[in-house]
């Protein structure tokens, strides 16, 4: 009796099929919840942590970025007060150079008489490339859209040009009235200091009187130093010694 007594007490106590199996289910959902909210606890965390380590490296770039644009005002600053110191002073060179050009002005007419001056009492060579010069050179000087920098260079131009007149040496084949006649002749110039000729059969030779303004005729004694100096010029004959009379010289 009692043996089967224990037997139905056990029997009785011994969970059931269905009970063991629900078991797990109820215990194991917590923990999974536990899971899952930590897991996405730990994913909210590392999303933050990677958003706050983003902030904190736009924060450093923003700082340097704001350095640097500092360094460039200051920069550009320094560089605009240079700037305005330089258009100041450009503007008191502008004034001081308008103030010489308005003095400038009346001693580049006075040149430009001087030179015309020189040409009417120079020896009568290059004539027509020497007026026609003087003509250009005056046009300049009247014309208010040239500025005096510009009309300056052509004046001492034309004086650079006239300057070089007097260290050449040339032979030039062209008319001349020797004591109202008119003869071709080879005329030697010397410089700015003399003139001479030779016809071209070399019967006669002679200077031009810069006093009297006119050419006039040497004696025969003289005609083979001129045809000697004459070939010299013209480079039929090597450099040498000539004795030739000047004559009159004239002041210039």
């Not at 902030?55 to 200051?74: G, N, P, S, V, W």
């Not at 110191?85 to 007419?109: F, G, H, N, T, W």
């Not at 009568?124 to 009247?142: G, H, I, V």
């Not at 001492?156 to 050449?168: K, P, R, V």
Request: charged letters at 30%.
């Amino acid at each position: 009796m009692k043996k089967v007594l224990f037997i139905i007490i056990c029997l009785l106590a011994w969970p059931s099929a269905g009970t063991a199996e629900k078991f797990p289910d109820s215990a194991l959902k917590p923990v999974e919840e536990s899971v899952s909210i930590r897991r996405e606890t730990q994913i909210r965390q590392d999303d933050w942590d990677a958003e706050q380590q983003q902030l904190a490296d736009d924060l450093i770039r923003l700082k340097e970025q704001a350095q640097f644009l500092d360094a460039r005002q200051k920069e550009l600053q320094d560089r605009l007060g240079a700037l305005t110191q330089d258009v100041a002073e450009l503007e008191i060179e502008k004034q001081e150079i308008a103030q010489m050009a308005s003095r400038l002005e009346p001693s580049l007419k006075n040149a430009f008489s001087e030179l015309q001056q020189l040409q009417e009492q120079s020896l009568p060579f290059d004539k027509e490339n020497r007026q026609t010069r003087m003509a250009a050179l005056e046009e300049a000087l009247d014309d208010p859209g040239i500025g005096v920098e510009e009309k300056f260079r052509r004046v001492f131009h034309m004086l650079l040009t006239e300057a070089q007149y007097g260290g050449a040496l040339e032979v030039e084949r062209r008319l001349i009235n020797v004591d109202g006649k008119e003869i071709m002749a080879d005329v030697l110039r010397l410089g700015r200091l003399s003139l001479f000729y030779q016809t071209l059969d070399q019967s006669s030779s002679g200077y031009f009187d810069p006093v009297d303004m006119a050419w006039t005729a040497y004696p025969q004694t003289f005609d083979s130093g001129v045809a000697h100096a004459v070939d010299i010029a013209s480079k039929r004959r090597p450099a040498d010694i000539v004795m030739l009379p000047l004559g009159k010289v004239a002041a210039q």
